[in-house]
């Protein structure tokens, strides 16, 4: 390689190139970072290396200084980078830290299914999850879940069923677990349970129930919100609910729920006790599936949608 001086002199010679453009060519070459770069690479640079990368050296320094102000030049996301290809200078444009960090959290948010819940869920991590001693137990066990799962996706483990009053923070707690969930690579599908029943009952009219309920049977992790805050119907219980749990169960699929309703009052609750129903046997074979998907576990604390 020839010194860089000798190099800049014959740039600036070349008849071909504006004045103008010529003085933005010798500011981009005697730029410090350029410098630095031709110095490192000397030995694998050809001698005319610098007099034909020029171009690629202006748009190396004019990409950079674009990205620097803020702007998002002509390809955004991306880093201009100076290489060596054949002994001569080329530009390669290498994702950003941002986009890096963008595009992981795309690929994460893409394995959570959200249907019909809260969208400040979206954000919820167990990190954020502050464990007041009411709520200590239901977080030790979203961390033990989680790591189980983690460590062995195709092995069977228990969910969680929390229960507890209204604003304690069980949809926020799903979400933080779907979250962690993600990070590592598992899907997870959360659907408003009681919202869920209602575009069902809609759903018979353009014959997609069966599709509806198949999502909900396969899904990877399935989370129940708000389970039994639907209006009791016969045929949600036995031929939905009934039918997901029942797959799920077979094929030993984590399932999670949330519900205002202890297991207790769950049974009661699909038994039709609450409106003069005794339909006992029917709520037991729901709450035998319900038990050997999930532990019972209670949720309790201030209720933070109201202060
Ligand atoms: P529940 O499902 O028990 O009725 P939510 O999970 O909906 O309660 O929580 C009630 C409100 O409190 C929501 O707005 C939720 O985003 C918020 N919340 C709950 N836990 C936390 C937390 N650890 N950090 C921040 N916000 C929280
Ligand atoms: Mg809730």
Redesign the pocket.
Known sequence: MKPMRDQLDQLMNGTALSANYEAMVKQAVADPAVQQWLTANREDLAADAVTRGAAKIYEYVSQRDEKAAGQPGFAPGYQPQLVVSNHLIDITYEPTAAKIAADKEAKQAALITSMNM?K??AQ?TLA???STPERAEALAAAFEFTNALTKAPHAFHQGLYLT?P????????LGAIANALAAQGIASTLVHFPTYTVELKEAIHDQSVQQKVDRLKKAQVLML?DIGAESLSPWIRDDVLGIILQYRMQEEKPTLF?SNKTMAGLTDFLAGVEVGNNEGLKAQRIMERIRFLATEIT?GGRD??NG
């Open positions: 809260p400040a869920n919820a954020d999850y502050d507890g209204f604003g304690v923070g069980k949809t926020y707690l919100d949330t949720v933070r949608r």
